[in-house]
């Protein structure tokens, strides 16, 4: 899951390989803005079969945060 996390977060925010950490914020990340979180979320939503509540939506505030959202409702998908 991890990987497919990193390559999907890489692609949205255009990042390079191996440049996806788990303290990257939208203070961190120039590209980061609603839009584009609203889209990572779809994309993640689409790829791992989850969908997420808009309070976790609301609640991002790093990619460590959204990976561990997207764990638990995988992990129970």
């Not at 890489?10 to 191996?18: H, K, N, R, T, Y």
């Not at 203070?27 to 689409?46: G, N, P």
């Amino acid at each position: 899951m991890d990987a497919k996390f990193d390559d999907l977060v890489a692609e949205i925010f255009e990042l390079e390989e191996g440049a996806v950490k788990d303290d990257l914020t939208p203070e961190t990340v120039d590209l980061w803005d609603s839009l584009l979180q609203l889209r990572l979320v779809t994309t993640l939503e689409e790829e791992f079969g989850i969908r997420l509540s808009m309070e976790e939506i609301e609640s991002i505030q790093s990619i460590g945060g959204l990976r561990e959202i997207v764990r638990r409702h995988a992990g129970s998908a």
